[in-house]
């Protein structure tokens, strides 16, 4: 069965700062693409980050590069997003996905993230 388990969303304070994780489980996860979307309330969902399958590449939104990093760790099947100076613009519901060119991608069920002024 296949799972993606987000965690370390919460409440924090403008500027301050937030680690999110995302545990895989039922595929093969270092040859999975993996990536960190948001949704916040009525708007669309949007990439965050993106890192390869050996994690030697990443890429980012502009709004967050110099802020967020995306990391992973595959021993442990785990992906992480490091949240750096997070804005009051930036509250929304953080969702891991795993994606393969050879079939079906994966999402996480999320995690919340609220920013305070």
């Known amino acids: 069965q296949v799972q993606l388990v987000e965690s370390g969303g919460g409440l924090v304070q403008t500027g301050e700062s937030l680690r999110l994780s995302c545990t895989a489980s039922?595929?093969?996860?270092?040859?999975?693409?993996m990536s960190w979307y948001r949704q916040a309330p009525g708007k669309e969902r949007e990439v965050v980050a993106v890192?390869?399958?050996?994690?030697?590449?990443?890429n980012y939104v502009p709004s967050v590069k110099g802020r967020f990093t995306i990391s992973r760790d595959n021993a442990k099947n785990t992906i992480y997003l490091q949240m750096n100076s997070l804005k009051v613009e930036e509250p929304a519901v953080y969702y891991c996905?795993?994606?393969?060119?050879?079939?079906?991608?994966?999402w996480g069920q999320g995690t919340q993230v609220t920013v305070s002024s």
């Open positions: 890192i390869t399958t050996n994690g030697h590449t990443t």
């Open positions: 039922g595929f093969t996860f270092s040859n999975y693409i």
């Open positions: 996905k795993a994606t393969v060119a050879t079939g079906p991608g994966y």
